[in-house]
């Protein structure tokens, strides 16, 4: 079932983007059958996706892109949302194949690649096209969850990744949110060392999507576990925004061994050079962590980046290298960040979902 639309953007670039999810070719980025692993099938694909992606070009002209996407075994229907433009589209053909571990490949696209989560809720994937480097994060809704703003209540752990515009760089912060959507960013820290607090109330809909104040541009989905909140907006600077926030489960606490496994591992690069990128991380129980079978959407592919020593606090904070600051999930499966290069004028934001 082909899960692939061809559009025309400003600029009248073209961007090739996945129904539902991402797709991937490379064989090399999938592990060993698992007799007690959980197993795909297109179907999976099936129902109604909140999609929000970053996209950023060679030049670093970056913008989002949100929106609903209803598959079935038949067909697909797009509503997708650009910040100038409004496209819809009905597409139906067959051509993509998803692994019994979780990888979509697509034999015409060398580049494009992504994976279902092990619940079947979330698709994390990149691509690229025309010089136009994608991030995609499709959040599945299910039928009969009901939303209010006191879902929202707790504290966040947030990533922010900027591309385009007049600031290009990454934003980690915690924010607290009470019962009627009033929230605190404290703890917030800005690639290019800034700090500061600011405060305002979310919205959210019986549906699950999350509006703030006057901002026009912010469009965000709560996932049906109300642990995950995905968002777009149109950055002060006039770039594009991608934000994830992971809600922080009072009384879970993390140690090493629970990053023990394999990971597939998505991230967009802005700024001085911008590209994506995917591949394979092993931890072990020490937080020894090997990357291999990288992708890069600039031509390059490296079977064997290199071993980075991985710590994490008893409270979820991930670190390694230089400025790597990230949050694992409550239910341990999904690790997502923010980090420089080494000469800190190019910036990313990592997402790694832990593989069956």
């Known amino acids: 079932?082909?899960?692939?639309?061809?559009?025309?953007?400003?600029?009248?670039?073209?961007?090739?983007?996945?129904?539902?999810?991402?797709?991937?070719?490379?064989?090399?980025?999938t592990v060993p059958d698992?007799?007690?692993?959980?197993?795909?099938?297109?179907?999976d694909l099936n129902g109604t996706w909140q999609r929000h992606s970053l996209v950023t070009s060679s030049s670093n002209n970056g913008f989002w892109i949100h929106g609903t996407i209803i598959n079935t075994d038949a067909s697909s229907t797009v509503h997708l949302i650009l910040p100038n433009s409004t496209m819809d589209t009905v597409y139906t053909g067959s051509n993509v194949s998803i692994s019994s571990k979780g990888v979509l490949t697509k034999n015409d696209?060398?580049?494009?690649?992504?994976?279902?989560?092990?619940?079947?809720?979330?698709?994390?994937?990149?691509?690229?096209?025309?010089?136009?480097?994608?991030?995609?994060?499709?959040?599945?809704?299910?039928?009969?969850?009901?939303?209010?703003?006191?879902?929202?209540?707790?504290?966040?752990?947030?990533?922010?990744?900027?591309?385009?515009?007049?600031?290009?760089?990454?934003?980690?912060s915690t924010s607290t949110i009470d019962n009627s959507g009033k929230y605190t960013i404290d703890n917030l820290v800005k690639?290019?060392?800034?700090?500061?607090?600011?405060?305002?109330?979310?919205?959210?809909?019986?549906?699950?999507?999350?509006?703030?104040?006057?901002?026009?541009?912010?469009h965000g989905f709560m996932s049906a576990d109300k642990k995950l909140m995905v968002t777009n907006m149109t950055d002060g600077g006039g770039g594009g925004g991608l934000g994830i926030a992971q809600k922080v489960v009072a009384g879970t606490t993390y140690s090493i061994p629970d990053m023990?496994?394999?990971?597939q591992m998505h991230d967009l690069l802005v700024g001085s050079e911008n590209w994506t990128e995917h591949g394979i991380m092993t931890i072990d129980i020490n937080g020894n962590c090997i990357?291999?079978?990288?992708?890069?959407?600039?031509?390059?592919?490296?079977?064997?980046p290199g071993t980075v020593a991985v710590s994490i606090s008893s409270d979820g904070i991930v670190t390694f290298g230089k400025d790597f600051h990230g949050f694992l999930s409550a239910d341990k499966k999904l690790m997502i960040g923010t980090k420089s290069d080494d000469a800190g004028n190019a910036y990313s934001l990592v997402v790694s979902q832990k593989m069956p």
């Not at 109330?201 to 999350?210: A, L, N, V």
């Not at 023990?260 to 990971?263: I, V």
């Not at 990357?291 to 079977?303: A, H, R």
């Open 109 to 172: 696209d060398p580049y494009a690649n992504s994976f279902l989560s092990s619940d079947k809720n979330l698709g994390v994937g990149t691509t690229k096209r025309n010089n136009l480097y994608t991030l995609v994060i499709d959040q599945k809704a299910l039928p009969g969850t009901n939303y209010s703003s006191a879902d929202m209540q707790g504290t966040w752990q947030t990533h922010y990744l900027v591309g385009g515009g007049s600031w290009t760089g990454w934003i980690h």
């Open 1 to 29: 079932m082909s899960k692939f639309l061809k559009f025309t953007l400003p600029g009248s670039a073209v961007l090739y983007m996945l129904i539902a999810i991402s797709g991937c070719t490379k064989d090399s980025n």
């Open 191 to 218: 690639s290019d060392g800034k700090t500061n607090v600011s405060t305002g109330t979310f919205s959210i809909s019986s549906d699950g999507f999350i509006t703030v104040g006057q901002v026009t541009t912010y």
């Open 291 to 304: 990357i291999s079978d990288v992708i890069k959407d600039n031509g390059g592919t490296y079977t064997n």
């Open 34 to 43: 698992n007799k007690d692993s959980i197993t795909y099938s297109l179907s």
């Open 260 to 263: 023990q496994g394999t990971w």
